[in-house]
């Protein structure tokens, strides 16, 4: 098993940032990739960053170019740098690891971007 926990969220106005931290612990042996996802109020849960054990990123277009996704694997824990934040970046932002054929999921920390 593997846990997952968000945090980092809050209330920021538009063209501001934010640092996500997401802290895994439990088995972590065999994790094959991490990232980041969101869910804006209303819409369906989307894809919008993975990092690999060996560093390699991949972003939404939506977000390229203003969020970067890092890994710190001494303290096992993920980041999502959110720059020139937006309004339509307002959602749940959900941590997810693969291990194999699972995957395992964050309870999510709210973004909101507001003036």
């Known amino acids: 098993q593997v846990q997952l926990v968000e945090s980092g969220g809050g209330l920021v106005q538009p063209g501001g940032s934010l640092r996500l931290s997401c802290a895994a612990s439990?088995?972590?042996?065999?994790?094959?990739?991490l990232g980041w996802y969101r869910q804006a109020p209303g819409k369906e849960r989307e894809w919008v960053a993975t990092?690999?054990?060996?560093?390699?990123?991949n972003y939404a277009d939506s977000v390229k170019g203003r969020f970067t996704i890092s890994r710190d694997n001494a303290k096992n824990t993920v980041y999502l740098q959110m720059n020139s934040l937006k309004p339509e970046d307002t959602a749940v932002y959900y941590c997810?690891?693969?291990?194999?054929?699972?995957?395992?999921w964050g309870k999510g920390t709210l973004v909101t971007v507001s003036s």
């Open positions: 997810r690891a693969q291990k194999s054929l699972a995957a395992y």
């Open positions: 439990g088995s972590l042996f065999g994790i094959n990739a």
């Open positions: 990092i690999t054990p060996g560093g390699s990123t």
